[in-house]
């Protein structure tokens, strides 16, 4: 039987941060001031994320709903941000990004790509690592939602992995300068994964057995 989880992911957090900033901002687009549209982008989908958590978490323990544990939690929850844009941008300079040109530009994508994949995790599985290698393996989800999590996670990792391809290209359009090719397959990775996963779950849920963790 499908297992219940703790909320849905937030499919309208990825598509609404394409089109909020047009209204807001005058002469918006997503070329042009792409380094604006990185952060608004990665601030909507972590603020969807929290409040979805926020309303829709577990019931705790007495010991987990003491200020102290949250405190400490939330604290956690930013160092593992920190350390996965942190990773992220060695990652891609290691793959050939620029190291000194368009440094904010690396780590921004950098922060987009963690908002896509950490941001969730940390919401959903808490600052574990066990927990996340567990939801990661091949057959270590519990729940729906963390077969969500495992498609949006690596929907998001191979659009911006396919949008790297046209960077080299001989094309000289406006839309392969790094990174903005990369962010945007990140963030259609993302919002094609929050579409694919239910879709997913729905066609293979008499195959779905989880069991408690």
């Not at 982008?41 to 978490?57: D, E, G, H, M």
């Not at 709903?65 to 992220?88: A, D, G, N, W």
């Not at 440094?103 to 969730?120: D, R």
């Not at 001989?170 to 397959?185: A, F, H, K, N, Y």
């Amino acid at each position: 039987m499908v297992g219940g989880g703790r909320f849905p992911f937030p499919a309208a957090g990825g598509r609404v941060s394409i089109f909020i900033p047009s209204v807001f901002l005058e002469n918006f687009s997503i070329l042009e001031t792409h380094l604006t549209w990185l952060c608004i982008c990665s601030v909507f989908v972590t603020a969807v994320n929290l409040l979805l958590y926020v309303v829709v978490k577990p019931s705790a323990s007495a010991k987990r709903s003491s200020l102290s544990y949250k405190v400490t939690r939330f604290l956690k929850c930013c160092i593992y941000f920190l350390m996965s844009c942190f990773v992220f941008h060695v990652i891609f300079v290691l793959y050939g990004a620029p190291l000194i040109e368009l440094v904010l530009e690396t780590f921004l994508f950098a922060v987009i790509l963690s908002t896509f994949t950490t941001v969730p995790c940390l919401c959903l599985l808490g600052p574990n690592i066990k927990a996340w290698l567990r939801v990661f393996s091949r057959n270590g989800v519990t729940s729906i939602w963390e077969n969500s999590l495992q498609i949006t996670t690596i929907s998001s990792f191979l659009g911006s992995w396919f949008g790297a391809f046209p960077i080299p290209l001989d094309w000289e359009r406006p839309w392969q300068v790094w990174p903005i090719s990369c962010t945007l397959g990140a963030t259609f990775g993302y919002v094609a994964g929050l579409v694919i996963s239910p879709l997913w779950i729905y066609w293979n849920r008499k195959q779905l057995t989880y069991k408690n963790n």
